[in-house]
């Protein structure tokens, strides 16, 4: 099972958006709404931000949005704070019965 | 609230066996609402999903890894367990526990426990 692409590196200034992509294939994220996505910073264990690619967990600010196309899927974060600077990872169900994560994307706030 | 930690020896000698324990608090293993499952990361690089075991004592594992890994679940104990054979330096990382979702997303973790592969 290879690992979902996402990009290496994304960079906003406090109170924009950014978008990180997160593609797979139909065996994975265009096959199930089974998509979550996971906030880590450094040294810390991942929290998580998005599940079933769109849904928020209680506590998640409704700055962070998911949604998907086809083997794609995607993380919004609006109105960036100095704070969502960290490591992000999707992960997706697969048809295997397994999970899979994609390799991560480092968030800079410049 | 759940929660989970890991246990275990930090520094395993090559071609030895890795053994690693979560312990379950704050709810019931054998709740029936979770995959029990490990995660792994190497220094600097990304999370690597190795397994899962539900309480009926059913296992799926990263085909990757398949060889090598059993994962068990103790219900009198509230703990389920991670055992990787022929370790490497490769296999060295921050060995997470989790509890995976039914709805396949992972809500709960340990804090993470290093492993070092070292002669």
């Avoid at chain 1, 998509?35 to 450094?42: K, N």
């Avoid at chain 2, 246990?7 to 312990?23: A, E, I, M, N, Y």
């Avoid at chain 2, 367990?81 to 992972?106: M, R």
């Amino acid at each position: 099972q290879s690992a979902l692409t996402q990009p290496a590196s994304v960079s906003g200034s406090p109170g924009q958006s950014i978008t990180i992509s997160c593609t797979g294939t139909s065996s994975d994220v265009g096959g199930y709404n089974y998509v979550s996505w996971y906030q880590q910073h450094p040294g810390k264990a991942p929290k998580l931000m998005i599940y079933e690619v769109s849904n928020r967990p209680s506590g998640v600010p409704d700055r962070f949005s998911g949604s998907k196309s086809g083997n794609t899927a995607s993380l919004t974060i609006s109105g960036l704070q100095a704070e969502d600077e960290a490591d992000y990872y999707c992960s997706s169900y697969t048809s295997s019965s397994i999970g899979v994560f994609g390799g991560g994307t480092k968030l800079t706030v410049l | 609230q759940v929660q989970l930690q890991e246990s275990g020896p930090g520094l395993v000698k090559p071609s030895q066996t890795l053994s690693l324990t979560c312990t379950v608090s704050g709810g019931s293993i054998s709740s029936g609402s979770y995959y029990w499952s490990w995660i792994r990361q190497p220094a600097g690089k990304g999370l690597e999903w190795i397994g899962r075991i539900y309480t009926s004592g059913s296992t799926n594992y990263n085909p990757s890894l398949k060889s090598r890994v059993t994962i068990s679940v103790d219900t009198s104990k509230n703990q389920f367990s991670l055992k990787l054979s022929s370790v490497t330096a490769a296999d060295t990382a921050v060995y997470y526990c989790a509890g995976w979702e039914l709805a396949y997303y992972f809500d709960y973790w340990g804090q993470g426990t290093l492993v070092t592969v070292s002669s």
